[in-house]
């Protein structure tokens, strides 16, 4: 009973606590993040290795193995669980709560690099994902036409992409369902045969015709140049123009006998809105920010 007999008789110090107190939540509720999930750390992270073809026994025994060796190294480690099928393996590694996850994702990075080389030539893609609970998207729309071509809603989706990006709060957007644009060449196999060139000879052409290749330093009075021979294809023109072959001033150059063009890669999926064509654009709010005045910065935009 001291403790209210104290309050009582100081009655003006608990009447300015009191008002503390309800100052201080009046401008914590203003002012405290609010997202539409919870937001708290937890580290974890997702390895995804592609490799065409392979079967699950030699995706366990040249992938996963090498893997999750060097990820057993970790320190910290909660669990690892890993899900192979033909050619795709996942691997989900989570460390013990209260652990740095930028610092874990970093640790994980690092051993998969360290171990890269020893893995199969055959294998075409290696992601690593980091898991982050605060990582989702508050906002998604769509771009939707069915006369429109992928390479309009491109242009569009970018453009409204650098838009939502300059709205505060917003920690990056991501365009989905966009097809990748690829230059297609296709050879014309009677002609390279009775030419005598291999596919080989004409996939090596173009490499190298495409090749970055740095040339040393050139002095210009006191001045010191770097020299880059630059193979950047600017145009289909200049990939038409490549030199297949060449003897006695007389050259095969790769339009002769094959057709180039630019279209589309194979999708992984399409994308429709209530059955129409659509792309999607979905924004991430960044930690720490308030959702609402996340909203009102993409609505302006």
């Known amino acids: 009973m001291q403790l209210p007999a104290l309050a009582i008789r100081n009655y003006q110090f608990t009447i300015v606590l009191f008002l503390l107190l309800v100052m201080l939540g009046v401008v914590s509720f203003f002012t405290m993040p609010r997202s539409e999930d919870p937001q708290f750390d937890f580290s974890a992270a997702v390895i995804k290795v592609v490799s065409p073809g392979t079967i699950p026994l030699d995706m366990e025994k040249l992938v996963v ?11 910290d480690i909660k669990n690892i669980k890993t899900n192979v099928e033909d050619g795709l393996m996942v691997t989900r590694i989570e460390f013990l709560y209260g652990t740095d996850p930028d610092d874990k994702y970093d640790e994980v990075v690092s051993s998969i690099a360290r171990i890269r080389g020893d893995l199969p030539a055959s ?16 906002l998604q729309l769509a771009l939707v036409s069915d006369q429109a071509s992928y390479a309009e809603l491109k242009r569009h989706a970018e453009a409204l992409e ?10 990056r957007v991501d365009v989905e369902a966009l097809p990748e644009l690829e230059i297609q060449i296709k050879v014309d196999q009677r002609q390279v045969n009775a030419l005598g060139i291999s596919l080989d000879e004409i996939y090596t052409a173009v490499q190298s015709a495409a090749q970055n290749l740095p ?7 006191d001045r010191r140049f770097t020299v880059r021979t630059s193979g950047d294809y600017q145009s289909l023109q200049q990939i038409e123009d490549t030199v297949i072959r060449g003897s006695q001033g007389k050259f095969i150059y790769l339009r002769d006998i094959a057709e180039i063009s630019q279209g589309e890669t194979l999708p992984t999926y399409r994308a429709k809105l209530n059955g129409e064509k659509a792309v999607f654009v979905s924004v991430v709010q960044r930690k720490g920010s308030q959702i609402f005045r996340v909203m009102e910065g993409i609505n302006a935009q």
């Open 162 to 171: 650098q838009r939502l990006e300059r709205a505060p709060g917003v920690k």
């Open 215 to 221: 040339g040393g330093h050139a002095n210009g009075g």
């Open 65 to 75: 193995d090498p893997i999750e060796a060097a990820l057993n190294e970790l320190e």
């Open 123 to 138: 294998i075409v893609a290696l992601k690593i994902d980091k898991i982050s609970p605060a990582d989702v998207s508050i």
